[in-house]
T-cell receptor, first 113, second 112 residues
């Protein structure tokens, strides 16, 4: 069965370090997304991609970057981790058409100390 | 995405039907109504979507008002595993945008 996986599932890092969260999908979807979820804010869009070499900023993109070198992967990089980036991160993917369902990964819990 | 309004929380007993309402009075003619749910400590999960006609799948049913200004997600027999936050989201397939905008959703509590 097709799936979307994230790694690591849990990560503790120190302020100022660079961190990369992996996202891999086997749906062969063109669209991929990164969201973060915090208490009191719900799910917010960080970055998204509509295909290889395409990346776009979402609502809360400051301090984050993504790159799309193939269809299956969209890694999320925190350039210099800050305590405000402590959160749960969800990767998602969908077909090209915007009316189609979006499928989410299990999430990565990141703690920045 | 157009705005939706949902109750903050609802309660149900196990094995009883649950009707989760969603108001979307500013819906446009091309907006699809999507429902997602998020179980504790998991990522959001697609439940169902529809445009005008009622829809059924293995997870739930979606009842859409004739004027499309409201809809209801129906869980026919709630189980403890259905306890989750349910999100109602409008999607315009013609907008060119595939991102989802999540509101606060409805937290469904299911009692044994």
């Amino acid at each position: 069965d097709a799936e979307i996986t994230q790694s690591p599932r849990h990560k503790i890092t120190e302020t100022g370090r660079q961190v990369t969260l992996a996202c891999h999908q086997t749906w062969n979807h063109n669209n991929m997304f990164w969201y973060r979820q915090d208490l009191g804010h719900g799910l917010r869009l960080i970055h998204y991609s509509y295909g290889v070499q395409d990346t776009n900023k979402g609502e809360v993109s400051d301090g984050y970057s993504v790159s799309r070198s193939n269809t299956e992967d969209l890694p999320l990089t925190l350039e210099s981790a800050a305590s405000s980036q402590t959160s749960v991160y969800f990767c998602a993917s969908s077909e090209r058409a915007s009316g189609e369902p979006t499928y989410f990964g299990p999430g990565t819990r990141l703690t920045v100390t | 995405d157009a705005k939706t309004t949902q109750p903050n929380s609802m309660e149900s007993n196990e094995e009883e039907p649950v009707h989760l309402p969603c108001n979307h009075s500013t819906i446009s003619g091309t907006d699809y109504i999507h429902w997602y749910r998020q179980l504790p400590s998991q990522g959001p999960e697609y439940v169902i979507h529809g445009l005008t006609s009622n829809v059924n799948n293995r997870m739930a049913s979606l009842a859409i008002a004739e004027d499309r200004k409201s809809s209801t997600l129906i869980l026919h027999r709630a189980t403890l595993r259905d306890a989750a936050v349910y999100y109602c989201i409008l999607r315009d397939p013609n907008s060119g945008y595939s991102t989802l905008t999540f509101g606060k959703g409805t937290m469904l509590l299911v009692s044994p």
